[in-house]
């Protein structure tokens, strides 16, 4: 199995463009979810779903968008990037409950210019 | 808001030294996970320990949860350098849906 895969591992951005990080998961794990990881700040929650067709927001969702059409996909789109959204991505998944702990993909480090 | 604080922020030890590090949190728990973050990689899933559990063993990895005092350890015993790496407790609570909240971690050193 490949676990969590994220694609692109790195990406450099203007100011106003958008983009969308990938994040693949052949685990077949109904939750999934996008973290970022700034210095000093460890990783906060943008938005997550618990299966397909189901999506929240978490704690600092304002400028990112998500969908989850299928129980393996989970992409994360950034709508006008900002340098405040410079910062490593990361995805990850588990099964219901989170019983087992979660599965992290690689990241993606974004610097946004 | 960050639900975990990590103590000691960094650690720095000798080769088959124990290392201890502390979470502490603030709301109600189904459960605490304990992480490690390798420089420039993901986060991997170390031990998990249920808000019923005291103690837990996993190797070297001994994890403790007190739920009065919301707080919980992580002692890695015979330290290796292969065990330096950054440190992450996560929180998953026991309301709605299953997300992790995470706290700032702890940057372990472990010199040869």
């Known amino acids: 199995n490949a676990g969590v895969t994220q694609t692109p591992k790195f990406q450099v951005l203007k100011t106003g463009q958008s983009m969308t990080l990938q994040c693949a998961q052949d685990?077949?794990?109904?939750?999934m979810s996008w973290y970022r990881q700034d210095p000093g700040m460890g990783l906060r929650l943008i938005h997550y779903s618990v299966g397909a067709g189901i999506t929240d927001q978490g704690e600092v969702p304002n400028g990112y968008n998500v969908s989850r059409s299928t129980t393996e996909d989970f992409p994360l789109r950034l709508l006008s990037a900002a340098p405040s959204q410079t910062s490593v991505y990361f995805c990850a998944s588990s099964v219901q409950g989170g019983s087992y702990g979660y599965t992290f993909g690689s990241g993606t480090r974004l610097t946004v210019v | 808001s960050q639900q975990g604080e990590e103590d000691p922020q960094a650690l720095s030890i000798q080769e088959g030294e124990n290392a201890t590090m502390n979470c502490s949190y603030k709301t109600s728990i189904n459960n605490l996970q304990w992480y490690r973050q390798n420089s420039g990689r993901g986060l991997v899933h170390l031990i998990l320990i249920r808000s019923n559990e005291r103690e837990k063993h996993s190797g070297r990895l001994r994890v403790t949860l007190d739920t009065s005092k919301k707080s919980s350890s992580l002692l890695i015993t015979a330290s290796r350098a292969a065990d330096t790496a950054s440190y992450f407790c996560?929180?998953?609570?026991?309301?709605?849906?299953?997300?992790?909240?995470f706290g700032k971690g702890t940057m372990l050193l472990v010199s040869p």
């Open positions: 685990m077949n794990h109904e939750y």
């Open positions: 996560a929180t998953e609570g026991d309301s709605g849906y299953s997300t992790l909240t």
